[in-house]
């Protein structure tokens, strides 16, 4: 039996932009939580610091933005997910900017904090946020979809994979 494919109309083509959003801003946080270690002998000898100087640009990142998860979760519920998906898009990547211009490891530090504010801003929206506009037909929990966007696999419901 032969399935007539479906045309995406304009609906379900936004809703895939959507999770496109949340899947890229997820991936650049947590890949940027990561990627920094591997970068801290190259930081430790750019800035001349020592090693428990260099280890505040990832402990700085992590305390912030686990601290302020719930908060900007809250934030997200009273002034809107989009709206504060949003401005931590925004934070996160002109933190990054400055992270990218830092002259000193305390100006490294600094801007790593300010980028953990939009980390968190981006990593509660994300929680909350595909399960609604997911299109019909694919699996989107929090736990999958976080997989899904770190490991850029995508995760498809069919009928016919069920069925068997």
């Excluded at 830092?102 to 904090?113: F, I």
């Excluded at 300010?114 to 968190?120: D, E, K, L, N, R």
């Excluded at 801003?121 to 966007?149: D, N």
């Amino acid at each position: 039996m032969s399935q007539t494919p479906r045309t995406p109309n304009n609906s379900t083509h936004s809703q895939w932009l959507i999770l496109a959003a949340i899947g890229t801003g997820t991936l650049m946080t947590a890949l940027d939580g990561s990627i920094v270690n591997t970068l801290l002998p190259v930081l430790r000898q750019q800035f001349s610091v020592d090693v428990a100087t260099i280890e505040w640009v990832v402990t700085t990142y992590l305390l912030v933005a686990s601290s302020l998860l719930l908060s900007f979760g809250r934030l997200g519920d009273l002034y809107g997910h989009k709206r504060t998906y949003l401005l931590g898009f925004a934070v996160f990547l002109l933190s990054s900017i400055a992270c990218g211009l830092a002259r000193s490891a305390g100006m490294l530090v600094g801007a790593r904090g300010v980028q953990a504010i939009g980390a968190a801003m981006l990593a509660r929206q994300e929680i909350t946020t595909p399960g609604v506009y997911a299109p019909e037909g694919i699996i989107a929990p929090a736990p999958f979809f976080q997989a899904l966007a770190e490991r850029g696999i995508p995760i498809h419901r069919s009928e016919d994979a069920l069925a068997h």
